[in-house]
């Protein structure tokens, strides 16, 4: 089959290619070791320590792992359990780039603060519902400014902190441009605008740096562009905004304005393919897709860059 004819039948908007493919599966059996490699569950997101190894949120075993140079998931942080320390159910991780992680500890409704040996400096937040208290919050980011953005999902808004102080709340439940309903993730671009996932409006929100609604993409559904449960996202360097559109089983990629450059994957096991994808980290022109179902990591690369087809002849433009 020709590329031309596989982009059309498979009605996507472009290609890109698989770079490599880690199943962070590990080799080790029985007990969680916390010296050698451990077989991952359900990996949920992915980050870069300042050092360069990706960690990975594994919410299954309660805790972090930390990808050694043979690809292998070592235990670097956690464990099951409510005191500091310890996880339960942890989702999304950031790093500032300057030694420090953050972990969304999300059953426990608290953000957890780690340095570079995987102790705990700090703590963000308690299970509650006013502000600077969580309800199973799912995404964490950091600005380039360094202030902490937290989705707090189950009480549909995003809390941003300086510190360990909590400076503004954006949106709250409901179906207006400024409100939310399950965001799950969010990033901050160079400019300052505020990017929230939208979950269960299928949408990406983007919000000015004074907290004021520009403009959304993206709509619930399957065609390309719009989103079913859409759990992670990330940007590049170039801006573009790279989206886990978890219940349709694929990564989309879309421009800083909104508009769909790629969609890469569908439902499955082998290379390419996705199952129930979440968590996401774009480096050196790699993305690291948390491949949940599948138990692994996808490295994509941008290299090969994205392909449209034209709509007119289905040709590759």
Same mark, same amino acid.
């Given at each position: ?75 670097? =942080? @956690?464990?099951? +359990? !409510?005191?500091? *320390?310890?996880? $339960?159910? #942890?989702? &999304?991780? %950031?790093?500032?780039?300057? /030694? ?116 959304? =993409? @993206?709509?619930? +559904? !399957?065609?390309? *562009?719009?989103? $079913?449960? #859409?759990? &992670?996202? %990330?940007?590049?360097?170039? /801006? ?78």
């Amino acid at each position: 089959m020709k590329r031309r004819t596989f982009i059309k039948s498979a009605s996507v908007v472009g290609i890109i290619s698989l770079f490599d493919l880690i199943s962070l599966r590990g080799v080790a059996r029985g007990a969680l070791s916390k010296t050698g490699p451990a077989k991952l569950k359900s990996p949920f997101d992915v980050t870069f320590d300042q050092e360069g190894h990706l960690l990975v949120t594994d919410p299954s075993n309660y805790r972090i792992a930390r990808v050694n140079s043979s690809n292998e998931p070592v235990f670097w =942080f @956690g464990g099951p +359990g !409510s005191g500091q *320390g310890k996880l $339960n159910y #942890p989702k &999304g991780i %950031a790093s500032d780039g300057k /030694g420090l992680v953050y972990v969304v500890d999300s059953n426990n409704c608290r953000v957890q603060v780690i340095d570079h040996q995987a102790k705990v400096v700090s703590v963000l937040g308690a299970v509650g519902s006013i502000g600077g208290t969580f309800a199973t919050p799912q995404g964490v980011c950091i600005a380039p400014d360094g202030r902490v953005l937290v989705a707090d999902t189950r009480n549909h808004r995003i809390q941003i902190f300086k510190g360990s102080e909590l400076i503004a709340v954006l949106g709250d439940l409901g179906d207006d441009e400024n409100q939310f309903r399950l965001p799950t993730a969010c990033q901050v671009t160079q400019d300052g605008d505020i990017m929230v996932l939208d979950s269960k409006h299928g949408a990406v929100k983007i919000f000015d740096k004074e907290l004021k609604f520009k403009k959304s =993409f @993206g709509s619930v +559904g !399957s065609v390309p *562009g719009a989103f $079913n449960a #859409p759990q &992670g996202m %990330a940007l590049d360097q170039q /801006g573009h905004v790279w989206v886990a559109d978890t219940k349709n089983h694929r990564i989309q990629q879309f421009d800083r304005d909104g508009s769909l450059i790629s969609v890469i994957g569908g439902p499955g096991s082998t290379p390419g393919q996705f199952d129930n994808p979440t968590g996401l980290a774009c480096k050196d022109d790699k993305i690291y897709v948390a491949d949940s179902g599948n138990g692994r990591i996808q490295v994509l690369s941008k290299n090969a860059g994205s392909q449209k087809p034209n709509p007119e002849t289905g040709k590759d433009s």
